[in-house]
């Protein structure tokens, strides 16, 4: 007998439980609604998610779906060749989901029969059974009917039927034609009833079960007939001209071409002098990186609620267009519409001398500010999640900003999340949805990226 942990054995195991009959299938997949509308898994979306995917996929015999860079394609919109050895994102999940199975087998009796597991290693769920998984069989087949029972391990294996050692009498009854027909059409119909089940399954859940937090952040945005913008500002970008690297260049020829002069220094010293005219705009560069993986963040999470978006860039928008529209308006200091519509709230950005900050409006005024290291690199950055369900522009409006680039990659990575927006709610009033609401929140940057975000205040109106 092999063993429960060794993987192979596992494998081989699963694949001998894809062939499961239609009654089978069924209890497994009521089996994953009770699951995924259990509190263990309500307050997290992803676990939900992560789960019907692997059940699905492994009811479908689709194992090839079911490995971690797959997953992490499919569900977390990560790129296709991404380095799964330095972002974790699927086994984590994974974990996160055994544990809650775990909290509900142990809470729950189980009255369906059959229990879905997810072992350590493997993405590929196991099904135990409490009884034997029957099926419908022709009779025909009769001598060569086989039913499944459970082994030690919890794998169905094949047992011969005591049915099928009996000998077959000499003549046999002869059947009705009705009673013929109903035989090979009620089949035909369960078959079809389950086919059915299962493409439309995921459809008529999300359709049925309650709102995520996620859902009812974004409600008025999905809800709009309009594509959402995803509106970035692009300042101007200066840098030394052509002119000023060949007058300072110590070989002749040494930056006349382009990437040249991107990627060396000109030989200028601390004291050397420079005019005006020394400088030329640079129309294609001057977006902020933080802003630009917010953007591309929250494009992605449109995309997995179906809902069209828009990314416009500088002056290819307007107030006209946010007059029209839904829209995210993205970063802080370099969007004169962030700086617009936030100016009068109880979190604003604000600027004392050189320095950038976020005040709190009322008698205690408190402020946050971004903090650097001794050789001025970014330890610490904090932003704000504005949500407005009438804004300036008549429009519902998100504003995700930071004090630096990397709050707004933070911001844009929070407001993303439903386990992030779940915490930061959660102590908010229960008609948060219907009101205005700004979050402020806070990350540690480490080699110039934004780690966890922590809520540091939340204010609804």
Known sequence: MASKTDPIAREEANRDACALDDI???????????????????????????????????????????????????????PVGYATGDDPVVRVQAGEVRRRLEQYYHATSNDSGVRIELHVGSYAPEFRWAQPASRQLEPSQAQAALHQRETPQGVLQAQESPQAARPAPAETKRIPGNRKLFAWILPALALSALAALILIGPTVYRAVAPKSVLERFWS?????????????????????????????????????????????????????KLVWGDMDEYPDYGLAAGDVRAAIRLSALFGQFRKKNQVRIGGNYSFEDLRNSPAVVIGAFNNKWTMQMTSNLHFAFAEEGVVTLIQEEGPSRRRWYSKVDPNGKAIEDYAVITRLLNSKTGQFVVVVAGIRSYGTQAAGEFVSDPEYLEKALRTATPDWEMKNVQILIQTTVTDAIPGTSQVVAVYVW
């Open 24 to 78: 089978a299938k069924a209890s497994v997949l009521r089996e994953l609604d009770a699951i995924l509308n259990s509190p263990f898994f309500q307050p997290s979306r992803r676990c939900q998610q992560f789960l019907a995917y692997v059940v699905r996929h492994r009811l479908e015999g689709n194992h090839e779906r079911l490995k971690e860079r797959t997953i992490g394609v499919d569900l977390f919109q990560r």
């Open 220 to 272: 008025p945005a999905l809800s709009s007939s309009e594509p959402v913008l995803i509106c970035l500002a692009k300042p101007l970008m200066y840098r030394p001209s052509v002119r000023l690297y060949q007058r300072h260049s110590k070989n002749p020829g040494q930056f006349d071409g382009l990437f040249e002069r991107l990627a060396q220094e000109p030989d200028l010293q601390p004291n050397d």
